[in-house]
Nanobody
Framework: HVQLVESGGGSVQAGGSLTLACEFSGSTYGNCMGWFRQAPGKEREFVARISVVGTTDTADSVKGRFTISRGNADNTLYLQMNSLKPDDTAMYYC?????????????????WGRGTQVTVS
């Protein structure tokens, strides 16, 4: 069973930075991991993903500003967010897809954390 716990959210001014962390337990080896976000009244949307071999992909809306990575020595997934904009305000979720094949669609991910709120003003 996989458990995911996000942290690092908060309130920041436009142009600022935040680093989100997702601690995961259980067997995630060989699986795809990702970050998604959901703003009030909107559908959950893809932000970034990383494959088992480290291949990454980010949404066009955050490309060049957000970076996804895995910790080398710990079971942690990170999302470094720079040059934050008010449009980045949302609840951010990390997720695991039990496959080495990565997709950007939320419905393909089986396990989810409870989310961490990011507010940019």
């Amino acid at each position: 069973h996989v458990q995911l716990v996000e942290s690092g959210g908060g309130s920041v001014q436009a142009g600022g930075s935040l680093t989100l962390a997702c601690e995961f337990s259980g067997s995630t080896y060989g699986n795809c991991m990702g970050w998604f976000r959901q703003a009030p009244g909107k559908e959950r949307e893809f932000v970034a993903r990383i494959s088992v071999v480290g291949t990454t992909d980010t949404a066009d809306s955050v490309k060049g500003r957000f970076t996804i990575s895995r910790g080398n020595a710990d079971n942690t997934l990170y999302l470094q967010m720079n040059s934050l904009k008010p449009d980045d305000t949302a609840m951010y979720y990390c997720a695991v897809r039990l496959s080495s094949v990565c997709y950007n669609r939320a419905e393909t991910f089986e396990y989810w954390g409870r989310g961490t709120q990011v507010t940019v003003s």
